[in-house]
């Protein structure tokens, strides 16, 4: 088993749950009665902290599963893990898709 495939498998898991737990968080915790932001809230440096957790996870997933598959691929049937390097980079894919359609549509919103 490629250890650097089972790596970015955590990885990008830990980034999916890091953004779940934003989410679930942001539910239960609301922002403080004329607020509209979560991070105001009693959990608000936690969100921030999983926030920032997920944004530098993802990437780094990313980039570990595509050199996984590299690996995995020229070892000729040696190392093994192509789907757990697969499922990572499709995550990280995923990840990065959504935040270019996000900086897109704010580029657009504030620079029309």
């Given amino acids: 088993m490629c250890r650097m495939a089972v790596v970015s498998l955590v990885l990008s898991s830990l980034a999916v749950?890091?953004?779940i737990?934003?989410?679930?968080?942001?539910a239960a915790f609301p922002p403080p009665p004329?607020?509209?932001?979560?991070?105001?809230?009693?959990m608000g440096s936690v969100i921030m902290l999983l926030s920032l957790a997920g944004f530098f996870l993802w990437p780094v997933g990313l980039i570990t599963g595509v050199r996984?598959?590299?690996?995995?691929?020229?070892s000729e049937g040696a190392l093994r893990g192509k789907a757990f390097a697969w499922i990572s980079v499709g995550v990280g894919g995923i990840f990065l898709a959504l935040y270019l359609i996000v900086a897109i549509v704010v580029i657009y919103v504030f620079y029309r």
Wanted: no cysteine.
């Fill in 17 to 19: 749950l890091a953004y």
């Fill in 21 to 26: 737990s934003v989410i679930l968080l942001s």
């Fill in 68 to 74: 996984a598959l590299r690996r995995i691929g020229e």
């Fill in 34 to 42: 004329g607020h509209h932001s979560p991070l105001l809230g009693q």
